[in-house]
C-alpha cells in the first residue's frame, strides 16, 4: 500500500520528517508530492522543485522504505487538481494531509484521507525557518542535516536575503 503526503516543503523540516515517518507506521511506500514545483525564488518559494526533490531524497535515503518525491505543478483548476497529481505520482491508496482545500479536493474524489499529528508546529514551520534565514536565526536546529547540506550548496540563505532585498 502507497500513501501520499502533499506539501511544498519550502524547505522541508523536521516536522515534515516525522510525518513522512508515522506514514511509513502506515504504508508500505511513501510518494511525496512536491506542490508548487513551477515556483522558486520568492520570499515565500525560494527553492526549485530540484531542490526540494533533492532535500527530500537526502533526508530519507537512510529509511527502509521507498520514497518517491515527485514535482507536481499547480493548476489553476481545483476541481481537477486530484487527477492531475494522479497523473504524476505512482498509484496511491491514502492521502495524508492537513491542507482544508486539499482533504476537501481528496474526499470529493472518494479518497480516504488521514490527519497528520502536528509536530511543534510553531517552530517546525517553513514560515518560521524562512524568516530565521533571512533573519540570521538558527534555522539548521529545525531542518535534517541533510536539507542544511543542500541549502549551503545552493546558497540558500544569500538567495532569501537578495530576494527580500529585492523590491518586488
Ligand atoms: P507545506 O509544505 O506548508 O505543508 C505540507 C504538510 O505538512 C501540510 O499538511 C502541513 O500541515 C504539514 N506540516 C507542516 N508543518 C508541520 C509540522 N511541524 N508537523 C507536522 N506536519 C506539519 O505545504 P502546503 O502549503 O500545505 O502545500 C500544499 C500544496 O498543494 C501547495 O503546493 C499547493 O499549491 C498545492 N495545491 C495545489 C492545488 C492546485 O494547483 N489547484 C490545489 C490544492 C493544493
Given at each position: 500500500m502507497r500513501g501520499l503526503y502533499v506539501g511544498r516543503f519550502q524547505?522541508?523540516?523536521k516536522g515534515h520528517e516525522r510525518v513522512v515517518d508515522d506514514i511509513m507506521d502506515d504504508v508500505d511506500e511513501v510518494v511525496v508530492a512536491?506542490?508548487?514545483?513551477?515556483?522558486?525564488?520568492?520570499?515565500?518559494?525560494?527553492f526549485t522543485a530540484g531542490e526540494r526533490v533533492s532535500m527530500i531524497t537526502k533526508a530519507l535515503e537512510d529509511r527502509d522504505e521507498t520514497v518517491y518525491a515527485i514535482p507536481v505543478e499547480d493548476l489553476n483548476r481545483n476541481a481537477v487538481w486530484?487527477?492531475?497529481?494522479?497523473?504524476?505520482?505512482p498509484p496511491f491508496e491514502?492521502?495524508?494531509?492537513n491542507n482544508p482545500l486539499i482533504v476537501r479536493l481528496f474526499e470529493e474524489d472518494d479518497v480516504e484521507v488521514r490527519e497528520c499529528v502536528?509536530?511543534?508546529?510553531?517552530?517546525f514551520s517553513g514560515r518560521v525557518?524562512?524568516?530565521r534565514m533571512r533573519d540570521g536565526g538558527d534555522w539548521r536546529a529545525l531542518v535534517p542535516d541533510e536539507v542544511e547540506k543542500v541549502v549551503d550548496e545552493v546558497d540558500g540563505v544569500r538567495r532569501l536575503r537578495d530576494l527580500d532585498a529585492d523590491d518586488y
Open positions: 524547505p522541508f523540516h512536491v506542490g508548487s514545483a513551477q515556483k522558486s525564488h520568492t520570499l515565500r518559494n525560494p486530484t487527477t492531475h497529481v494522479r497523473s504524476m505520482c491514502t492521502v495524508y494531509s502536528l509536530f511543534e508546529r510553531d517552530r525557518i524562512r524568516e
